[in-house]
Each structure stands twice: as structure tokens, then as C-alpha cells.
């Protein structure tokens, strides 16, 4: 009876047969099979490679744009409060605050502030039509005591109408000033 057992399983197991079945790496001297594996391998892993990294750029992208949705809509919001700015710096302008009313317009401008928003146009600062809105020009030969440009210098910025307002690098409104000071060149050519 052992030799039956032995051929049964002479005949059911390939090596032992002296037969590899077939797709085996026991072919020969297995360097076709085994060169190709590693292709397909080298293969696989620069498609995991390409598709590992269009994923990352994936999520940076939709993280950039998630962060320009919201500046997007602190700038809109930012906006829209300018109007209420203008009224409480006029209302400051014009007399004493009450306690609470003071209070209130101290508090919108530091939360206004945390969000980004900074305010600029001082007088005597020099006019940059690139963020001020001129409104009015004063010549050299007429100008009052506000001007603080020496002639030949640039124009300065004599009276602040209106606040400029920007949010990081962007300009939500230029500052409305009246000019004086150096004469109306290119720079000013829209002045007059």
C-alpha cells in the first residue's frame, strides 16, 4: 500500500513530476518571468507614485481654494460694514462719545482689525495715486498751512477725506485726500 500513496502523490504534485505548472517562476532559469514581475512591479509602484502625488496636489489645491472662498467672503462682509466705519469715525469727529457708544464703535474696530482690516491716509503723508483718490488739488502758490511739502517736492497728502481701507495686500477703497504741494505732473494728470 506505501507505494501507491507514493505515486499518487508523485502524480498529483508538479515538481515532483518534474513538470512546473504553468505562469511558474520554476521555468528554466526563471529570468523571463522574474524580469517581467519586476517590470510590472516598477510599473505599478510609479502609478501609485503618480496618483499619490496628483492626490497631494489635489488636497493643496482644494486647501487654497478653501482659503480664498473665505477671504473672499471676509472682504465682502468687510465691505459692506465701510459705510458703518464712516459713520463712526463722523460721529467721532463731531463730539464726545457716550460710554456705551464708544464702547460698541471701539469693539467693531478690534474685531474688524482681527479679521484684517487696517485703515490708512494720513495728512502730510506723499500722495501714491495707486491708493488715494484725490478729490481736490491745491498748487504750490496756494497752499495752506496743512501743506508739508517744500516746493519741488512731491505732493503730499494736505487733508484726509475719507479713510482708505485694505485687507492684507488688497485694497477694499483708496483714500479720499485733497493734494497740495508739487505741481500737477504725470502722476497727477488726473487731478485736473
Keep these: 500500500m506505501r507505494p501507491d500513496r507514493h505515486a499518487?502523490?508523485?502524480a498529483t504534485h508538479p515538481a515532483r513530476r518534474g513538470t512546473a505548472p504553468?505562469?511558474?517562476t520554476r521555468r528554466g532559469t526563471g529570468a523571463p518571468d522574474t524580469e517581467r514581475l519586476a517590470a510590472e512591479l516598477r510599473e505599478r509602484t510609479a502609478d501609485l507614485q503618480r496618483?499619490?502625488?496628483e492626490f497631494d496636489?489635489?488636497?493643496r489645491r482644494v486647501h487654497r481654494d478653501r482659503l480664498a472662498v473665505g477671504q473672499i467672503a471676509v472682504v465682502n462682509v468687510l465691505e459692506r460694514l465701510l459705510p458703518v466705519l464712516d459713520a463712526i469715525a463722523e460721529a467721532t469727529g463731531q463730539g464726545e462719545l457716550t460710554d456705551g457708544f464708544r464702547r460698541v464703535a471701539e469693539l467693531l474696530e478690534t474685531e474688524l482689525a482681527s479679521l484684517g482690516l487696517t485703515s490708512f491716509g494720513t495728512a502730510g503723508e506723499p500722495f501714491d495715486p495707486t491708493v488715494h483718490e484725490a478729490v481736490a488739488y491745491t498748487?504750490?502758490?496756494r497752499t495752506g498751512p496743512a501743506d508739508r511739502s517744500a516746493p519741488g517736492e512731491r505732493a503730499v497728502c494736505s487733508e484726509v477725506v475719507r479713510q482708505g481701507f485694505r485687507v492684507g495686500d488688497r485694497l477694499l477703497?483708496?483714500?479720499q485726500v485733497t493734494v497740495s504741494g508739487a505741481s500737477a505732473g504725470p502722476q497727477h494728470a488726473r487731478l485736473t
Design 51 to 53: 496618483l499619490k502625488a
Design 173 to 175: 477703497r483708496p483714500a
Design 22 to 24: 504553468p505562469g511558474s
Design 139 to 141: 498748487p504750490p502758490d
Design 8 to 10: 499518487s502523490r508523485a
Design 57 to 59: 496636489n489635489y488636497r
